[in-house]
Each structure stands twice: as structure tokens, then as C-alpha cells.
């Protein structure tokens, strides 16, 4: 029999109140869904709670687990959601009922996914790894694109609930997929990225003017989702306030250059973006946004040759 759509006022568990996950919960708060939330960030949860006083602060995985009928992830990498899910102390699963349903909305590693997949249909748990797209200014609106990984017949039961956070909501396989489209889409995110600032750079450089630069790629073939969102947003004005960091971009491209990897391709240009951003993390320091990858383009370029 197929478990009926989960629809407002059902209880949904959210672990994670950062950058994205903060957003996030509070579409589906707006939506009517009832909230448990938790995040090793007691400031999060407070400030939280604070702004949504219908949600329910809790201390541990576990608790705001307890008596939900899902739970979602919004946390750094897939270790994370692992520790949080299943190894850590009070993990999610020791409150989850049976016949919950995780949804890992976190950019985890795919092979991990898989893994995790299988550990928690083991205890009675389905898992959709259910990526997301479009950062905070999209998750503030709820219109991310949603890459889900799993069943078609676990994703009817929840499309309510990603119906309030996404405006499209793209079923791309089986356990993993999701996390190896979203993976594949941030190597393609960040390659444009790091194209566009290395142009700003040398077109400076010539004299020209960075603003009109960005204008004129967004009218020519030069256009990309970094020159239409991130140019004049957030890299000509130098403030670099995307709400993504360096260090959360570097582990995408490792995870697809993981992928690559697992499955035995080489694939040179994804390998040299690995290795790039993977410096520009350790140079640009902790809590860099992901757009001082224009910052960087600017230290390579000034090294003596
Ligand atoms: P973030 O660092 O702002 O937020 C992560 C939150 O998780 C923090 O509040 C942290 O305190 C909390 N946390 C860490 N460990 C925890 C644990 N064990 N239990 C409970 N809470 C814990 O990160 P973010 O930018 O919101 O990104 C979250 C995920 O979404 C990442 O996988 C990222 O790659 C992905 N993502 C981010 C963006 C973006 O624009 N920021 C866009 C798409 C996808």
C-alpha cells in the first residue's frame, strides 16, 4: 500500500539551521508544517525558534527525531549527516518511528549516500538524498531545484514538503543520484565561476572596465549563471556576500572528483579544479565566501612567473 502524501500540519524534524537550512525551515514553518528542530549551534536553534515560535527547539538528533514523520538534513558534508543520522551520541535513528523517512538535502558524498541508504532501510528507514540548487536567495523564495536520489513512490509521499522549499523537483535515479547530479552541477558552477574571475582579471588588467565587462558577457555567448547572479552581485562590488563558502565548494568538486574516481574516469579539467579550489580554500582562510575565488585569481595572477 502506498503511504499517503505528507501534508501540512504533519511533524517534520530539521537538523541543520545554517546558511541554507535556516531558509528552509522557515518555508515549511510558512507552509504550516510543524517543526523540530535541532543544530549543534545552540544560537542557531534559539534564533530560530525565536523568529518561528510554532517550531520546537530541541537538544539532540534524537529528540527532534521523536514522534516526527520525516526528517530532513541540511548539514555541512555527508560524515556529518552520517554521524548525526546513525554513529554520533543521541543519533536521529535511535528517536526515528518506523516507517519514517529521511530526506538528506546536505551536498553529500553519493558512494557515502548509497551506504547510508542501505544502513537505514535496514532499521525500517527510507532515505531520498534530495540535493538542492539556487543558494540562499532561491531558498528564501522556496524556489531551489530539488535533485532527488531514491523511489519514485517515497518521493509522492514528500513532494508536499519539497513543494514548499522548491520550484523544481527532479527525480534523477536511484540512492546517490541526487548527490552525483548536484555534485556534477557544482563542477560546472564552479568552472564558469573561476572562468568569469580569471577574464575580470585579465580584462582589468588591459584597462577595461570590470561592470561593463560582466554587462557584455551577460548580452554575448560569455553568459553564465556566475556572470548573470555573481558578477555584479557580489564580485565588481568586492563585498563577496553569496552565503556559500570556499571551503563548501572545495568539497564538491572533490566529491565529484570522487565519483570520477569510483568509477575509474579520468576526467583532467575536474582534476585541476579539485586541486584549485582545493588551494584556494587553505589560502583564502576559514568562513571565505565562495565568490574570494576572485581574490585568488587575483594572487596567482600576480606570482612571479
Ligand atoms: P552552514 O555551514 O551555513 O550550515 C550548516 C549547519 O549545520 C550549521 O548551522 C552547523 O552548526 C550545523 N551542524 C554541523 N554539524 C551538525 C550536527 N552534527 N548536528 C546538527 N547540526 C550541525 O552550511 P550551508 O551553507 O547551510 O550548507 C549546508 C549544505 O547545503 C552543505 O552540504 C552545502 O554544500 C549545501 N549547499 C549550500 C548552498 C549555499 O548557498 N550555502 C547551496 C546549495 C547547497
Not at 514548499?164 to 563542477?187: R, S
Not at 564552479?190 to 588591459?206: K, N, P, Q, S, T
Not at 566529491?255 to 569510483?262: R, S, Y
Request: aromatic share 4%; net charge neutral.
Amino acid at each position: 500500500m502506498t503511504a499517503s502524501p505528507l501534508v501540512p500540519p504533519a511533524t517534520i524534524a530539521f537538523l541543520g539551521l545554517g546558511m541554507m537550512g535556516r531558509p528552509m525551515a522557515a518555508r515549511l514553518a510558512g507552509a504550516g508544517f510543524k517543526l523540530r528542530v535541532f543544530d549543534v549551534s545552540q544560537k542557531a536553534v534559539s534564533d530560530f525558534v525565536g523568529a518561528h515560535p510554532g517550531a520546537l527547539a530541541t537538544a539532540s538528533a534524537k529528540a527532534a527525531a521523536e514522534g516526527a514523520d520525516a526528517l530532513i538534513t541540511m548539514l555541512p558534508d555527508g560524515k556529518i549527516v552520517r554521524q548525526a543520522l546513525i554513529e554520533g551520541r543521541d543519533a536521529a535513528v535511535e528517536g526515528l518511528q518506523a516507517g519514517a523517512l529521511v530526506m538528506d538535502m546536505s551536498s553529500s558524498n553519493p558512494v557515502d549516500t548509497q551506504k547510508l541508504a542501505r544502513d537505514l532501510a535496514s532499521r525500517g528507514v527510507a532515505l531520498l538524498d534530495a540535493p538542492v540548487s539556487g543558494g540562499v536567495k532561491r531558498a528564501l523564495d522556496g524556489t531551489l531545484s530539488i535533485m532527488v536520489g531514491g523511489t519514485a513512490a517515497d518521493l509522492e509521499r514528500v513532494r508536499p514538503v519539497f513543494g514548499a522549499m522548491g520550484k523544481t523537483i527532479t527525480l534523477c535515479g536511484p540512492a546517490g543520484a541526487g548527490h552525483t547530479l548536484k555534485a556534477l552541477n557544482n563542477y560546472l558552477s564552479a568552472a564558469g565561476l573561476v572562468a568569469m574571475c580569471e577574464a575580470l582579471v585579465v580584462g582589468e588588467a588591459f584597462g577595461l572596465d570590470p561592470g561593463t565587462m560582466v554587462d557584455v558577457f551577460n548580452t554575448s555567448t560569455g553568459k553564465s549563471n556566475a556572470t548573470e547572479v555573481k558578477g555584479r552581485q557580489f564580485v565588481v562590488p568586492r563585498n563577496f556576500v553569496a552565503g556559500f563558502t570556499t571551503a563548501l565548494m572545495a568539497k564538491d568538486l572533490r566529491t565529484a572528483g570522487d565519483v570520477a574516481t569510483h568509477l575509474k574516469l579520468k576526467v583532467p579539467n575536474l582534476e585541476q579544479a579539485v586541486a584549485y579550489w582545493t588551494a584556494a580554500d587553505g589560502k583564502l582562510g576559514k568562513g571565505a565566501d565562495h565568490t574570494e575565488i576572485f581574490r585568488y585569481a587575483e594572487m596567482l595572477a600576480e606570482e612571479e612567473p
